[in-house]
Structures are given as structure tokens and as C-alpha cells.
């Protein structure tokens, strides 16, 4: 699946919120917003499905190891959004966890 971007943005004074989609493919991590942004001022993710839990080791919690899903971290770098790759997790068998697609949403400056 491919980065899509929705056809009607919301554009407000100087300013556009942009919306859309992306896929499992190793190019849809890094989504370029430079034909519509000068500048990208948030950018959020939420991945389509259930994801995989981490566990984490918190020494002063009882029990010490915890199971933790963690929203999709985005960087902003320059007009490019860039996402983490996101683990789905359908099931109990290791093997089958495949990448997360999902949607995304920018604010900046139009260009």
C-alpha cells in the first residue's frame, strides 16, 4: 500500500491541515510533504489495528514487568514526516506479525 493523501485539505489563513494514509511498505515511513508545507508545525499518527505489546522492566512496580503499546512516535524532519514502524500482533505466534499501517495528520505552512 502506498502513502495517499486525502484530496480536500482544510486550509485556514496561512495555514493547512493535511490528512492520510500509509502502508506497510518500507518507503511509507518517510511521507514528503513539500509540495504542500514550507514548514510542518505537528504531525501525528494512529496505526489501523492492534498492536504489539512491549514489555517493559520497572523495578519498583510489583509485578516488576509490564506489557505497554506505545503510540506511533512521528518525527518532524523539515517537510518530510517520518513514522516508526508499528508491530501488529494478531495473535499469539511470533511469526505472523507483519508492519502497521495506518493514517496520519499535519499542520503547517503552506507552501
Known sequence: MAV???PRPTVFGDRMILTG????????NAIDLSAFFSSIDF???NYSGALEAV??????????????VFHPQVRIDGTTIRIAS???????????RT?????????????
Open 4 to 6: 495517499t493523501i486525502d
Open 21 to 28: 494514509t500509509f502502508g506497510t511498505d518500507s518507503d511509507d
Open 43 to 45: 504531525a501525528g499518527a
Open 55 to 68: 514489555p517493559i522492566t520497572d523495578t519498583g512496580a510489583t509485578p516488576a514487568t509490564q506489557d505497554v
Open 86 to 96: 508499528g508491530l501488529a500482533n494478531p495473535g499469539d505466534v511470533a511469526d505472523t
Open 99 to 111: 508492519l502497521q499501517a495506518g493514517t496520519f495528520l499535519a499542520i503547517g505552512r503552506r507552501a
